[in-house]
């Protein structure tokens, strides 16, 4: 059990990676606080299937770019678990795919609050509760290689959540330790919405490994970078593709 009398936040919590990320930290012993935004039906299925197998979870929906949605959240932690020991920042979308000559600015700042101002604002809240522990920041494979067709604010919002990765490991370092995971063609509903099967059948075709990556393979990666296995380990941003980008 590596997560053995810590609390986790899971951004994001109530579908695909997240809701991934939340069972697996609590079946290594963490009390595990999930947000969700519209996926109430996950998180709560996510809670009764931790609680179910003797771990301690609780679900609470919020806006991650309403500040006191976000203190709300902290605060439901900390009151009922006592600390913050992990925060995995999970929440974001690529909304829409638009090309930089049809996009407005209105899409542009929803792509950035959604995958950047949400980070900020959940990491700058859990710090001020945390003094050990462990960030692990979702950023993407767009955040290296600029993503697909209309992909160009998701990419660069990702590609921040990267830099946000380092610069922060650098400030609140020795005690607290940031990473990132910038995963590639997962199967998940993001996929499933905003990628042609095609284009999926042909990564699974082009890939080293011919296959689509699994929700169960970040979430051991994220356990991985949450707990003292990768004590040495701080500033990451670590591919999972499948090997289809190497970096």
């Known amino acids: 059990m590596k997560l053995t009398g810590k609390t986790a936040i899971v951004t994001g919590g109530g579908r695909d990676i997240g809701r991934a990320v939340a069972v697996k930290l609590a079946s290594e012993g963490a009390n595990v606080v999930i947000n969700y935004f519209s996926s109430s039906t996950g998180a709560d ?15 609470m929906q919020g806006d991650l770019n309403n500040k006191a949605d976000v203190d ?15 925060l995995v920042n999970n929440a ?10 049809e996009m407005s600015v209105e899409h542009w700042e929803a792509v950035m609050s959604l995958n950047l101002t949400s980070t900020f604002l959940m990491t700058q809240a859990c710090l001020a509760k945390m003094t050990t522990g462990a960030i692990v920041n979702l950023a993407s494979q767009a955040g290296r290689d600029g993503g697909g067709p209309g992909a160009v604010a998701y990419a660069t919002a990702k590609g921040a959540v990267m830099t946000m990765t380092r610069g922060l490991a650098k400030e609140v370092g020795p005690d607290i330790r940031v990473n990132a995971l910038c995963p590639g ?3 998940t509903d993001f996929h499933n919405i905003h990628t042609p099967d095609a284009g999926r059948r042909g990564f699974e075709a082009n890939a080293p490994l011919k296959r689509q990556g699994h929700v169960s393979d970040a979430a051991n990666l994220v356990l991985f970078l949450a707990c003292a296995d990768s004590a040495f380990m701080t500033g990451t941003n670590i591919d999972l593709n499948g090997g289809m980008l190497f970096s």
Not at 45 to 59: K, R, S, T
Not at 72 to 86: E, K, P, S
């Open 185 to 187: 063609m997962i199967d």
């Open 45 to 59: 299925e996510a809670v009764a299937e931790i609680q179910a197998n003797g771990g301690n979870a609780l679900a």
């Open 72 to 86: 709300a959240l902290v605060a439901a932690a900390v009151d009922t678990y006592g600390q913050i020991d992990v």
């Open 92 to 101: 974001g979308g690529l909304i829409a795919r638009k090309t930089i000559a």
